[in-house]
């Protein structure tokens, strides 16, 4: 089964489910707004990508730019920031196994089917 982080309000997210649906793909739907990944989700979800957790950060919110831009946190504060504010988590990622990709475009899914 693969696992979509999705926000239904997001254009390439709703792109990126769709594809894997017409792939034939049995997809979990986590909308991570209402049910945000733990600390130890996340962190085996950038295990995957190969990512550290600034890059899954979406810059160009206004909350990052208000609170978070310039700072230089570690790691597990990086983690416990997208934790607390899911709304700064890049969309859509999705899990397949052992592998991860950030569906931007949503045509990079296709690489972990």
């Known amino acids: 089964m693969v696992t979509i982080y999705h926000n239904n309000r997001c254009s390439k997210s709703r792109e990126t489910l769709d594809l894997l649906q ?11 707004l209402t049910n945000p990944p733990t600390a130890q989700e996340l962190k085996d979800v950038l295990a995957k ?10 810059k160009g919110e206004m909350l990052y730019k208000e609170q978070y831009a310039g700072k230089h946190l570690t790691q597990d504060e990086w983690i416990q920031v997208l934790v607390e504010n899911p709304i700064l988590l890049e969309r859509p990622i999705v899990v397949n196994g052992d592998k991860a990709v950030i569906g931007r475009p949503p045509q990079n899914v296709l690489t972990i089917l």
Do not use: F, K, M, T
């Open 22 to 32: 017409n792939a034939g793909q049995d997809v979990e739907v986590v909308s991570y």
């Open 49 to 58: 990508l190969q990512l550290a957790p600034e890059d899954i950060i979406r």
